[in-house]
């Protein structure tokens, strides 16, 4: 679960949190279905912006999250899952 917790801590800092978006997640300790809940606030005060994602948005994000959980090296298996469910 460490690297799971360390792969979406990075992924989320990146794609929202640089942006001025804040976020929560936790990762259930669920040893047969290992996955992660997100929650972005959609508006940031500090643009006056609110994000906006379109399926192809919610594909990219899939794929940029999956070359994170390969850069921690986990398994095969749950990072070819998620590019598998996402189309």
């Known amino acids: 679960a460490y690297k799971v917790n360390t792969a ?3 992924f989320l800092q ?12 936790t990762i259930p300790l669920d040893k047969q279905h ?3 809940h997100v929650v972005v606030k959609n508006y940031n ?4 912006t609110k994000l906006r994602l379109d399926r192809h948005d919610l594909l990219d994000l ?5 070359a994170e959980l390969g850069k921690q090296g986990v ?10 469910r996402s189309r």
């Open 8 to 10: 979406a801590r990075d």
């Open 14 to 25: 990146k794609e929202f949190g640089a942006h001025g978006f804040q976020y929560v997640f």
């Open 34 to 36: 290992q996955h992660v």
């Open 45 to 48: 005060r500090e643009r006056d």
């Open 62 to 66: 899939r794929r940029s999250f999956a």
């Open 75 to 84: 398994i095969e298996e749950l990072y070819n899952g998620l590019l598998r």
